[in-house]
């Protein structure tokens, strides 16, 4: 597995893997082009056999990092490209002195919630019907 820095050519394979999870918050490639504009962004892709497998989009916002996404094709899952870009994600925070890692999740995802638990976040608050003014964001943090 290769983790580098995203290209405009993977968007289109980012917006593939998004489509793939049913209720993901899909940004679309458009929305990925529009993270080049922000300052603060970083978007990492994974390759696995040539192939675009994950991508993780973060920002750097000292003393946080603001997870923003994060999201593995279906063929490449319990392979450890999510971990992967995790700890990619967890080498610039520490680059940048940060000292913790804030995110955002459905309550509904079991297994991304199992991912970061696992990974030594906790929820520490939540959003009601934050998504689709139905399921509620759970509020997750790690400390660094």
């Known amino acids: 597995m290769l983790i580098r820095r995203a290209r405009k050519e993977d968007y289109a394979a980012f917006a593939a893997i998004e489509a793939e999870h049913a209720g993901f918050p899909a940004w679309g490639a458009a929305g990925f082009l529009a993270e080049e504009n922000n300052r603060n962004s970083v978007t990492l892709a994974a390759e696995a056999g040539g192939a675009v497998a994950g991508f993780i989009n973060f920002w750097i916002l000292r003393p946080q990092v603001q997870l923003n996404s994060l999201a593995v094709s279906g063929a490449m899952l319990r392979r450890g490209i999510a971990a992967g870009l995790f ?8 680059k940048s002195a940060c000292a913790e890692i ?5 309550e509904l995802n079991a297994p991304a919630i199992a991912f970061y638990r696992a ?7 939540k959003r009601p019907k934050f998504y689709n003014n139905t399921e509620a964001a759970l509020l997750m943090r790690k400390t660094l």
């Open 87 to 94: 700890a990619k994600l967890l080498e610039y925070a520490r």
């Open 102 to 106: 804030d995110l955002e999740v459905s």
């Open 119 to 125: 990974h030594g976040f906790e929820v520490v608050g």
